[in-house]
């Protein structure tokens, strides 16, 4: 039997007797029937094994069940704070409560259950006179059931939950403390705490029957449903289905019993497991016919229409916004001659649409769109788009008298270093993670390529401050070029160039240019590297490319090849860790595309892998000097003090990384940071950091949406921050993005594989709250947003034979320009503000260069920055509160100077043990330089800069 639609053409879904027959086998086969009747059966038996089970407190897991928080709002008054380290615990980690904490346990069943509370009191010499120890009142479902007195010591307290109390399955615990202590007489914790927990203990009385509980049965029982049909589906064996199946049911029934609580909260989550797996089964089906509906709403004019009205309604919105008021006529006079101009060019316009009509207006706009897409009209524009800005730049860094602090400074030190034959070394010690037998040390912190190239340019122009940031305007420059070739490539000359545009306009790159970073040098090769790899051996035309011959027999493909291995050769040394987990996601794309299918003989095996071997051996070759630098110097292949910094910072405030932590010569107890200081930390603490790095993610790259339906607005940014290319580039690229899924999957595929580990490591390990360490995703940022955009405009300009193009034109330069406007405050700011706010550091650092031995000592916070300009060898201001351990410090470096900076000053307390000591006549700092009152005005505040230099006492 064939049927047609009213219209004629054949039905989109058209079954065939076989999927009819899988379709009564999924889903009204007998085995399946078996499936739910045993997850019923066992789920209720599960319930007849007495409840028996142990929360442990601060541990991983115990957040199923209880909430924790440092806050001290209303909202926090019941639940924990974070759990902590606890020698004295039987344990080994505890959780100290607000006044009242909450324990919420699902699941359990009827019947009368008992309490067991492991807990501690308060230690004796805590700071309240009121109380010795507080009384713990013992609520459950809103039923008081008993009370307790924890004493000084860990110790067990029963309490009993009579069955008519429980009004659910469910039980809600809430302990309440007659009072709370903060501080004792050794440490001070302003945190009001009531008593201390280390486990929770829940038992059933009795031995049954029990009534089970009905949500925990019904999600074993989805479960084993789901988990069946998916399978089935993947296995293509019902049979096989059928038995594994079974076994998951009857190990979750087990567990149920044996471990409820914690199985009844992970329940859903296997039967969502299932879902989703069934959902990826059926992909296909489940996305065929709304793509097919996306797909007609894109023929013919609706999208247009659709287009022109959004774009319309936001730009009469920005107009509204952001419009000025309309000039009076005594400010033509004021403002002349200037008004006399814009009057003329404003009625010349005018004038030059009436002239040309609804006709011409039309044929001028796709005029200058056909010039601007043209070979020579874009060669041309971006010839002067580059000459411009380029040149903008260069004046700028011609006229910034610093290179900036930390690792820009540290880049121009060491190459300064390599051009006197010294080596990869500085004269600074910045951490104190290690004594050093001086301040004369191997860099061991930053990356080793970018003193490279500035050491390069110090060799063709001088040592100076601008000749140190020539590598980094010649990096962007030649990532101009190639964003501009990957658009004109994988679109159109338009989408490269506008893309450049919206790159190199942004504040962000603005940034990399004037100052010495090594994150620009990153960003172009891994952009190179990326893209000759998927022009190699993922666009369309890739194979092709095997049969062109470079260089005389070497064909076009293993070139390409070859040059992406070089350039993720140098993406590796630019920035060894980032760069490593890039290329590690490059090579597993590059064997999935050679090894789409299982090689059939040795050979085969071979030829498929040599392109692979040949990239990662050219990679590997360049990246040999770096590792054996580092087995030389440090006995290991990748070393960097920030493998010890990663779990301090955003752990804690970023000083911290500057405290003393080497147990040498007795000068610290707390001894390097490694990855088992997470558990220092606690859990708690570990989660919070992720999240926070997850969020500053989202908040960068996923454009904000206030009232987003449904509570999605969580999922977008916040309005409150940045986007890297600000919200109105984040639309564009996010859409773009997504078309980008459809016609280029294997560049998205290529992507995601270098990307994702990057992103991992950023979030677990590191910290993803700088925007400099995403700047390597914005020239692929800025190409999904350009071709957005031109889609926009083609769309436009297709309606009504071209009568609208004017208007998409429009809306292409209000959207450019409603992308790269926001980077020019942050810009003026960098290039009008922020030197006065080094004039009075630089104005020391001169002191120090003429006034003192060319190997004194100076103490400061920058260390880094004061060795660039004044050449004198530094020590970082420790972070501690400790006197005796500050001047043991100086005196082991033989520090001479003390430096008071301006704008890296260190933290509160630590500036108060150095006033303190200033103050101490007894001690002997002496005063030798300050500097005059330096006025800047920045971000509307009006500051006062002063730098202080004081001699050591000897």
């Given at each position: 039997?064939?049927s047609?639609?009213?219209s004629?053409?054949?039905?989109a879904?058209?079954?065939?007797?076989?999927?009819?027959?899988?379709?009564?086998?999924r889903?009204?086969?007998a085995r399946l029937?078996?499936?739910?009747v045993?997850?019923l059966?066992?789920?209720i038996f599960a319930?007849?094994?007495?409840?028996?089970?142990t929360?442990?407190?601060?541990?991983?897991?115990d957040r199923?069940?209880?909430q924790a928080?440092e806050?001290?709002?209303?909202?926090d008054?019941f639940?924990?704070?974070?759990?902590e380290?606890?020698?004295?615990?039987?344990?080994?980690?505890s959780?100290?409560?607000?006044?009242?904490?909450?324990?919420?346990?699902?699941?359990?069943?009827?019947g009368?259950l008992?309490?067991?509370?492991?807990a501690?009191?308060?230690?004796?010499d805590?700071?309240n006179?009121?109380?010795?120890?507080?009384?713990?009142?013992?609520?459950?479902d809103?039923?008081?059931?008993?009370?307790?007195?924890p004493?000084?010591?860990w110790a067990?307290y029963?309490?009993?939950v009579p069955?008519e109390?429980?009004?659910?399955n469910?039980l809600?615990?809430?302990l309440v403390?007659?009072?709370?202590?903060?501080?004792t007489?050794i440490?001070?914790?302003?945190?009001?705490?009531?008593?201390?927990?280390?486990a929770?203990?829940?038992r059933?009385?009795?031995?049954g029957?029990?009534?089970?509980?009905?949500a925990?049965?019904?999600?074993?029982?989805?479960?084993?449903?789901?988990?069946?049909?998916?399978l089935?589906?993947?296995t293509?064996?019902?049979?096989f289905?059928?038995?594994?199946a079974?076994?998951?049911v009857?190990?979750?029934?087990?567990a149920?019993?044996?471990?409820?609580?914690?199985?009844?909260?992970l329940?859903?989550?296997l039967?969502?497991?299932?879902i989703?797996?069934?959902?990826?089964?059926?992909?296909?089906?489940?996305?065929r016919?709304?793509?097919?509906l996306?797909?007609?709403f894109?023929?013919?004019?609706?999208?247009?229409?659709?287009?022109?009205?959004?774009t319309?309604a936001?730009?009469?919105?920005m107009?509204i916004?952001y419009a000025?008021?309309?000039p009076?006529?005594?400010?033509?006079?004021?403002?002349?001659?200037?008004?006399?101009i814009?009057t003329?060019?404003t009625?010349?316009s005018?004038?030059?649409?009436?002239?040309?009509?609804?006709?011409?207006?039309p044929?001028?706009?796709?005029?200058t769109?056909r010039?601007?897409?043209?070979r020579?009209?874009?060669?041309?524009?971006?010839?002067?788009?580059l000459a411009?800005?380029?040149?903008?730049?260069?004046a700028?860094?011609?006229?910034m008298?610093?290179?900036g602090?930390?690792?820009?400074a540290?880049?121009?030190?060491?190459a300064?270093?390599?051009?006197?034959?010294?080596?990869w070394?500085?004269d600074y010690?910045?951490?104190?993670?290690?004594?050093?037998d001086?301040?004369?040390?191997?860099?061991?912190t930053?990356?080793?390529l970018?003193?490279?190239?500035?050491?390069s340019s110090f060799?063709?122009?001088?040592v100076s401050n601008?000749?140190?940031k020539?590598?980094n305007?010649?990096f962007?420059?030649?990532?101009?070029l190639?964003?501009?070739?990957a658009g004109?490539?994988l679109?159109d000359?338009?989408?490269g160039?506008?893309?450049?545009?919206?790159?190199?306009?942004s504040?962000?790159?603005?940034?990399?240019?004037?100052?010495?970073?090594n994150?620009l040098?990153f960003?172009l090769?891994?952009?190179?590297?990326?893209?000759l790899l998927?022009r190699?051996?993922?666009a369309p035309?890739a194979m092709?490319l095997?049969?062109?011959?470079?260089?005389?027999?070497?064909?076009?493909?293993?070139a390409?090849?070859?040059?992406s291995g070089?350039?993720t050769g140098?993406?590796?040394l630019?920035k060894?860790?980032?760069?490593?987990?890039?290329a590690l996601?490059?090579g597993?794309?590059?064997?999935?595309?050679?090894?789409?299918t299982?090689?059939?003989?040795?050979?085969?095996l071979?030829?498929?892998?040599?392109?692979?071997?040949?990239?990662g051996?050219?990679?590997?070759?360049?990246?040999?000097?770096?590792?054996?630098?580092?087995?030389?110097?440090?006995?290991?292949?990748?070393y960097?003090?920030?493998g010890?910094?990663?779990?301090?910072?955003?752990y804690t405030t970023?000083d911290?990384?500057y405290?003393?932590y080497?147990?040498?010569?007795?000068?610290?107890?707390?001894g390097?940071?490694d990855?088992?200081?997470?558990?220092?930390?606690g859990?708690?603490?570990?989660?919070?950091?992720?999240e926070?790095?997850?969020?500053?993610?989202r908040?960068?790259?996923?454009?904000?949406?206030?009232?987003?339906?449904?509570?999605?607005?969580?999922?977008?940014?916040?309005?409150?921050k940045?986007?890297?290319l600000?919200?109105p580039?984040?639309?564009?690229?996010?859409f773009g993005a997504?078309?980008?899924i459809a016609?280029?999957r294997?560049l998205?595929?290529?992507?995601?594989?270098?990307?994702?580990?990057?992103?991992?490591f950023?979030?677990?390990?590191?910290?993803?709250?700088?925007?400099?360490?995403?700047v390597?995703?914005m020239?692929?940022?800025?190409?999904f947003?350009?071709?957005?955009?031109?889609?926009?405009?083609?769309r436009?300009?297709?309606?009504?034979?071209?009568r609208?193009?004017?208007?998409g034109?429009?809306?292409?330069?209000?959207?450019?320009?409603?992308?790269?406007?926001?980077?020019w405050?942050?810009?003026?700011?960098k290039?009008?503000?922020?030197?006065?706010?080094?004039?009075?550091d630089?104005?020391?650092y001169d002191?120090?260069k003429?006034?003192?031995?060319?190997?004194?000592?100076v103490?400061?916070?920058?260390?880094?920055?004061l060795?660039w300009?004044?050449e004198r060898?530094?020590?970082?201001?420790?972070?501690?509160?400790?006197?005796?351990?500050?001047?043991?410090?100086?005196?082991?470096?033989?520090?001479?100077y003390?430096?008071?900076?301006?704008?890296?000053?260190?933290?509160?307390?630590v500036?108060?043990?150095?006033?303190a000591?200033?103050?101490d006549p007894?001690?002997?700092f002496r005063?030798?330089?300050?500097?005059p009152?330096y006025r800047?005005d920045?971000?509307?505040?009006?500051k006062?800069?002063?730098a202080?230099?004081?001699?050591?006492?000897?």
């Amino acid at each position: 039997m064939r049927s047609k639609t009213i219209s004629g053409d054949p039905p989109a879904l058209q079954p065939t007797v076989s999927a009819y027959a899988r379709l009564t086998l999924r889903y009204r086969d007998a085995r399946l029937a078996l499936v739910v009747v045993l997850a019923l059966l066992v789920g209720i038996f599960a319930y007849q094994a007495p409840v028996d089970a142990t929360i442990f407190v601060g541990w991983p897991g115990d957040r199923l069940f209880l909430q924790a928080s440092e806050g001290a709002g209303a909202a926090d008054r019941f639940t924990f704070y974070g759990d902590e380290i606890t020698a004295d615990a039987p344990g080994g980690r505890s959780r100290w409560t607000h006044q009242g904490a909450r324990i919420d346990l699902a699941g359990l069943g009827k019947g009368a259950l008992v309490v067991t509370v492991r807990a501690q009191g308060w230690p004796p010499d805590a700071l309240n006179r009121a109380t010795r120890q507080p009384e713990v009142t013992v609520i459950a479902d809103d039923t008081f059931i008993g009370r307790f007195t924890p004493g000084e010591q860990w110790a067990e307290y029963d309490v009993a939950v009579p069955a008519e109390v429980r009004r659910s399955n469910d039980l809600t615990l809430m302990l309440v403390a007659s009072d709370v202590f903060t501080s004792t007489s050794i440490y001070n914790d302003p945190r009001p705490k009531g008593i201390r927990i280390d486990a929770i203990r829940v038992r059933s009385v009795g031995d049954g029957p029990f009534v089970p509980a009905l949500a925990p049965v019904l999600w074993l029982t989805v479960g084993g449903g789901v988990w069946f049909l998916a399978l089935a589906g993947g296995t293509r064996k019902p049979t096989f289905a059928f038995v594994a199946a079974t076994l998951l049911v009857s190990g979750a029934a087990l567990a149920l019993a044996a471990a409820r609580i914690w199985t009844v909260v992970l329940l859903p989550w296997l039967a969502g497991a299932g879902i989703a797996l069934l959902i990826w089964q059926h992909r296909v089906a489940l996305v065929r016919h709304p793509l097919r509906l996306a797909r007609r709403f894109t023929r013919g004019s609706a999208l247009g229409y659709g287009l022109l009205a959004a774009t319309g309604a936001w730009l009469v919105a920005m107009i509204i916004q952001y419009a000025p008021p309309m000039p009076r006529l005594e400010q033509f006079w004021e403002f002349f001659p200037d008004s006399l101009i814009y009057t003329l060019i404003t009625l010349g316009s005018l004038a030059l649409i009436l002239v040309y009509g609804r006709n011409g207006v039309p044929r001028l706009a796709q005029a200058t769109v056909r010039m601007a897409g043209s070979r020579r009209g874009a060669t041309l524009t971006l010839t002067l788009l580059l000459a411009v800005w380029v040149g903008y730049l260069g004046a700028v860094i011609l006229a910034m008298p610093y290179v900036g602090h930390a690792d820009y400074a540290d880049n121009a030190v060491v190459a300064r270093n390599l051009l006197a034959g010294r080596g990869w070394t500085v004269d600074y010690v910045t951490q104190f993670y290690r004594l050093y037998d001086g301040v004369t040390r191997p860099q061991e912190t930053w990356p080793l390529l970018q003193p490279v190239w500035v050491a390069s340019s110090f060799a063709l122009f001088g040592v100076s401050n601008w000749a140190a940031k020539i590598p980094n305007l010649l990096f962007l420059t030649v990532l101009a070029l190639a964003v501009y070739q990957a658009g004109a490539r994988l679109w159109d000359r338009r989408v490269g160039l506008v893309a450049v545009v919206l790159l190199i306009t942004s504040h962000l790159y603005f940034k990399l240019v004037i100052y010495v970073t090594n994150d620009l040098g990153f960003a172009l090769f891994a952009f190179g590297a990326l893209l000759l790899l998927y022009r190699a051996w993922g666009a369309p035309d890739a194979m092709a490319l095997a049969s062109r011959l470079r260089f005389g027999s070497i064909s076009q493909q293993l070139a390409l090849t070859i040059l992406s291995g070089a350039l993720t050769g140098l993406m590796l040394l630019q920035k060894p860790g980032s760069g490593g987990l890039i290329a590690l996601g490059m090579g597993w794309w590059f064997l999935r595309v050679r090894f789409d299918t299982w090689p059939r003989t040795l050979a085969d095996l071979r030829t498929r892998l040599a392109p692979v071997a040949a990239w990662g051996v050219v990679a590997f070759v360049l990246l040999a000097p770096y590792l054996a630098r580092n087995m030389l110097t440090f006995g290991v292949p990748f070393y960097s003090t920030e493998g010890k910094d990663a779990w301090v910072l955003e752990y804690t405030t970023w000083d911290q990384i500057y405290a003393v932590y080497t147990t040498e010569e007795g000068f610290s107890t707390l001894g390097v940071p490694d990855r088992s200081w997470i558990l220092r930390w606690g859990f708690d603490r570990t989660l919070v950091k992720m999240e926070r790095q997850v969020r500053a993610l989202r908040d960068y790259l996923l454009p904000s949406w206030q009232h987003a339906p449904f509570g999605l607005s969580e999922w977008f940014g916040r309005a409150d921050k940045d986007r890297l290319l600000f919200d109105p580039g984040a639309w564009l690229a996010l859409f773009g993005a997504m078309a980008v899924i459809a016609s280029h999957r294997r560049l998205m595929t290529l992507l995601g594989a270098a990307f994702v580990p990057y992103t991992l490591f950023l979030i677990v390990y590191w910290h993803t709250n700088e925007e400099r360490y995403w700047v390597v995703v914005m020239p692929w940022l800025a190409l999904f947003a350009s071709a957005t955009l031109w889609c926009i405009y083609d769309r436009i300009a297709a309606l009504s034979d071209g009568r609208w193009t004017p208007f998409g034109l429009l809306a292409v330069v209000a959207l450019i320009a409603a992308i790269i406007a926001p980077s020019w405050s942050p810009i003026a700011e960098k290039v009008r503000d922020e030197p006065n706010l080094y004039r009075a550091d630089l104005d020391a650092y001169d002191w120090l260069k003429r006034n003192t031995p060319s190997d004194a000592v100076v103490m400061t916070r920058n260390p880094w920055q004061l060795n660039w300009h004044s050449e004198r060898p530094a020590l970082m201001i420790p972070y501690t509160t400790d006197r005796e351990t500050f001047l043991r410090l100086a005196r082991r470096y033989n520090v001479r100077y003390l430096m008071i900076d301006t704008l890296q000053r260190p933290e509160p307390e630590v500036r108060r043990l150095l006033d303190a000591m200033i103050a101490d006549p007894a001690l002997g700092f002496r005063e030798v330089y300050r500097t005059p009152v330096y006025r800047a005005d920045f971000r509307g505040v009006t500051k006062e800069m002063i730098a202080v230099v004081y001699a050591f006492p000897q």
